[in-house]
């Protein structure tokens, strides 16, 4: 087996015959059918892991080349689960897509925390208060979300239902376009993944 986890511009001049073996490639936007003329394979995982694979927790959605059978999804599968979460999805459009929410996804809730913890130090806030206070919110958060294995929506309702400042708060950043705005920002991600591979 062999892994493939380069840039995707220095893929092209990565010359690795793989002569048959099973090859899983975590690059964003190079294609089954690119990977598998290239290394000389008909047994290719293409996956997308995210940078929470160094604490055990990535989510990672990957799909398999025409040519793999079960026993080759089942290493996949091992790989993995040794760091994380793993979904097998129906395309590579999905892929494209992932590569945008759960791929680039660690990088939205530290985004989120570092303009809450701004905003915590511009009214005054010791720096490290401020840090802990956004830090632990935000982990408290992911925990809350993990053990109620709920959808995220039934959460936020049951904050709107309260009246209370978080459905003053969550209400003004639907007003002002939220969800909008993270929906444009994933699709700019999905096309940045697919135009990746369409420079290879």
């Given at each position: ?15 690795v ?6 090859v899983?490639?975590?690059m ?27 604490v055990?927790?990535s989510?990672t959605p ?7 059978d079960?026993a080759?999804?089942?290493i ?13 999805v ?22 989120f ?8 130090v ?48 969550i ?7 939220l ?5 444009e ?16």
């Amino acid at each position: 087996m062999i892994i493939v986890s380069v840039r995707p511009a220095d893929w092209p001049s990565l010359s690795v015959d793989a002569n048959g073996k099973l090859v899983i490639s975590v690059m964003a936007g190079i294609r089954l059918d690119q990977l598998a003329t290239h290394h000389q394979t008909s047994r290719v995982v293409r996956a997308i892991p995210n940078a929470a694979a160094e604490v055990g927790r990535s989510y990672t959605p990957w799909i398999a080349s025409g040519g793999m059978d079960e026993a080759d999804r089942s290493i996949a599968r091992r790989i993995f689960h040794a760091f994380g979460v793993e979904d097998e999805v129906n395309g590579e459009s999905d892929i494209d897509y992932l590569t945008g929410l759960s791929g680039s996804g660690p990088a939205f809730p530290a985004l989120f925390a570092a303009a809450m913890m701004k905003d915590a130090v511009d009214h005054g806030l010791p720096t490290d208060i401020a840090r802990r206070a956004v830090n632990t919110v935000l982990i408290g958060a992911g925990a809350l979300l993990e053990h109620r294995d709920d959808c995220p929506n039934n959460v936020v309702n049951s904050f709107l239902d309260y009246r209370g400042t978080t459905a003053a708060a969550i209400e003004a950043m639907r007003a002002f376009g939220l969800e909008a705005t993270v929906a444009e920002r994933l699709s700019a991600a999905s096309k940045k993944s697919v135009s990746m591979g369409d420079a290879s």
